[in-house]
């Protein structure tokens, strides 16, 4: 299919028809609220169920049951918007229910601001609800890479039978790139008998489905989290994604960033370069799982001298990276998060400092 | 000889947690008859609220989801909304639906969803040991109103049927009670009515039941039979409040 111009929140509203996904509910927010206007456009058009909820917060849970039932579904949001739905990822994660929530997110914390930021790192890979969950988390880079990973994100949600996340940020969102949907990421919906009420009837079954989180026998409470755990730990073995930049080079310095920023580090390292610098970029494209064993090992080359996680936040993926790392070089960081994207020339100000 | 009274095939054998004197089960017996009578136990589900009323999912023999405190209409919204052909029902108790539950109730019958709701007004918090509901009496005792409810600080009880019947949108809601034999017939009627409207796909459907807890009101059974009686049915009048055209 041929390259066609869309805004990036556009493209992931038509990545998830093209995944399969008929049902998306959703409350406005800036800056991704023109998901749910293409989307209120186009899935009546495909036979499928546009809402507009009353709130964040109600959408969540409009989100659980629809995923409860057993059908493909999908929200977008943006920071404060995923405060709110926190509550229901948590309580979607523990009844192992399989859901897209979108973050395009902007400054906070508070209300912030409207502009691109990267501050919900912790939220999306370390909680935001509560208690022992994980969602597994998706950074993409650009418009076309959004479109692969919400495409993706409804294989690997059924595959885990846990809510998936794609970080994305106002940049992303608000960005005209050419993009194509690929018609191979398109997968056929899992079997859901086992667990979904999607009604007796409709599985010939005699034996009723329970969607539920309460657990009041610590035994049965302990069972399920270690169910959880064994995903998540499943996760960490096959699901890890990043790519490494300018790394067959004997690097002196290794970045580590992601999504918008790291186009921005990229750009640093080929200006770099004309200078005779070699600096490497390790780009997590999974938030969670973190490829932890990559960064370990790009940060051990022998030419490394320092690790620098350069973010548009004030410093919360470098906690991975240090605990990766191993203490075994340097770990710095550099990051803005007002709205205002770090320049390449700031960035090769801050590397050249580093040496 | 025929069989003049037998157990709901919808309501399963598990032992119920509710109090001696408790209405709970009254009612979840109504709504298993009515999924019998209706024939729509094997595409029915159920969302349990937060409350008493938790583990409804273990007393019905249906599909059933389990919500957050208050959201049992939203997932209800979401279920119903991707499957249509499925009969959905919130269960829902006065802290849940009428406190923290308030936005999504209104909105789900705002927007006409076809899903029905049964709403325990017992005008107390049960599971969490008595504390103040937004429909508790004015001079009510309660765990976190040890005085009784000073309305000059915490309003005034909130009908939940007069507020959703005010809604424009077409709907049925009803308020019923559960203390006397001829309301208990009544309250089974208006819920097979409002299943009824769901399987035509006509409206929301709402069925508020005055309902008693013995327990946390600190009375005997027969008391607080009487007491709601005495006491809530002056204030909470049974009725219909919007019945579809």
């Known amino acids: 299919m041929a390259k066609v111009l869309m805004k990036g929140n556009e493209a992931i509203g038509e990545a998830a028809i093209r995944a399969g996904c008929k049902n998306y509910f959703a409350y406005p927010i800036t800056p991704q609220s023109e998901v749910a206007e293409y989307l209120s456009k186009r899935l009546p058009e495909e036979g499928g169920v546009f809402l507009q909820g009353e709130s964040e917060v109600a959408v969540g849970y409009m989100i659980f049951g629809a995923a409860g039932a057993g059908e493909r579904v999908m929200t977008t949001s943006s920071s404060p918007g995923i405060s709110l739905m926190s509550e229901a990822l948590s309580y979607i994660a523990a009844a192992q229910c399989p859901a897209v929530f979108v973050n395009i997110m902007r400054g906070g914390p508070g209300l912030g601001g409207i502009l691109p930021s990267q501050g919900d790192y912790f939220q999306a890979t370390k909680g935001g609800g509560h208690g022992d969950y994980h969602l597994l988390v998706l950074a993409p880079d650009g418009v076309q890479e959004a479109v692969e990973m919400t495409m993706q994100a409804f294989t690997l949600a059924e595959k885990y039978r846990n809510p998936v996340m794609i970080m994305g940020d106002g940049l992303i969102g608000q960005m005209m790139e050419p993009v194509e949907f690929p018609d191979g990421l398109k997968t056929e919906p899992t079997n859901k008998d086992d667990w979904a009420t999607n009604g007796m009837a409709h599985r010939k079954s005699k034996k009723r489905n329970l969607v539920k989180s309460l657990f009041l026998d610590p035994t049965a409470l302990n069972d399920n989290n270690l169910a959880l755990k064994a995903k998540y730990a499943q996760m960490k073995k096959e699901e890890v994604q990043y790519e490494l930049v300018n790394a067959d080079t004997d690097y002196q310095v290794l970045i580590t960033s992601y999504g918008t920023m790291s186009r921005v580090c990229r750009t640093a390292i080929d200006m770099l370069k004309e200078d005779g610098i070699q600096v490497a970029m390790l780009r997590p494209k999974t938030l969670f799982p973190f490829p932890e064993k990559a960064v370990f090992d790009a940060s051990g080359k022998d030419s490394c001298q320092a690790v620098i996680s350069i973010e548009m936040s004030m410093g919360q993926m470098v906690e991975d990276v240090e605990r990766c790392v191993k203490g075994r070089r340097p770990v710095e960081f550099y990051g803005e998060c007002g709205g205002d994207i770090p320049s390449p020339e700031k960035i090769i100000e801050i590397i050249k400092a580093l040496l | ?245």
């Not at chain 2, 007393?59 to 249509?84: L, N, S, W």
């Not at chain 2, 006065?94 to 308030?102: Q, V």
């Not at chain 2, 001079?139 to 939940?160: F, S």
């Not at chain 2, 009101?217 to 919007?242: F, I, N, Q, S």
């Open chain 2, 1 to 245: 000889m025929a069989k003049a009274f037998s157990r709901p095939k919808a309501l399963s054998t598990t032992h119920t947690h509710y109090c001696p004197g408790c209405t709970h089960g009254i009612v979840h017996r109504l709504v298993a008859e009515a999924i019998d009578d209706l024939g729509i136990q094997e595409k029915t589900v159920g969302i349990a609220p937060v409350g008493c009323a938790v583990l409804a999912y273990n007393y019905f023999d249906c599909d059933f989801q389990e919500a957050a405190h208050g959201r049992a209409p939203a997932m209800a919204t979401g279920i119903k909304r991707v499957r249509p052909d499925l009969m959905v029902f919130t269960y829902q108790g006065d802290g849940d639906l009428a406190s923290i539950g308030m936005g999504e109730i209104i909105h789900a019958a705002n927007r006409g969803e076809k899903f029905t709701t049964i709403f325990i007004n017992n005008a107390i918090y049960g599971m969490t040991g008595g504390q103040m509901a937004p429909t508790t009496m004015p001079g009510q005792r309660a765990t976190t109103a040890p005085l009784g409810r000073d309305t000059a600080q915490t309003g005034m009880p909130i009908r939940m049927a007069n507020l959703l019947g005010e809604l424009v949108t077409p709907g049925y809601v009803t308020r019923q009670a559960v203390l006397k034999p001829q309301q208990v017939n009544k309250a089974k009627k208006a819920i097979k009515q409002a299943f009824q409207y769901q399987m035509e796909n006509r409206c929301f459907s709402f069925v508020e039941v005055i309902s008693t807890c013995p327990t946390n009101w600190g009375m005997t059974p027969g008391d607080a039979l009487k007491w709601a009686e005495d006491t809530l049915l002056p204030y909470y009048e049974l009725g219909d409040y919007k019945v579809p055209e």
